[in-house]
């Protein structure tokens, strides 16, 4: 699923309907994809969200370049 956030589209997915949600948020340079087993795992309990970070997976790129600072 797609989603525009602050004018960029942002890939995300929802996975089971437990009444607690866990929001899973990788590392820099990572996807979503990183969590597939575990979101399998947890979503047996939970409602699990994932998302890909502007210009990671297939979320679009920011504007301008970030960086770690």
Do not use: C
């Not at 047996?44 to 370049?65: C, E, H, M, W």
């Amino acid at each position: 699923m797609q989603i525009v956030v602050n004018s960029l589209l942002i890939n995300y997915s929802i996975a089971g309907n437990g009444k607690k949600e866990i929001l899973m948020l990788h590392g820099w340079g990572d996807d979503s994809s990183t969590f597939n087993l575990l979101s399998q795992q947890l979503s047996k309990t939970y409602k699990v969200i994932r998302l890909d970070l502007p210009g990671f997976g297939a979320s679009q790129p920011p504007n301008s370049v970030w960086s770690l600072d």
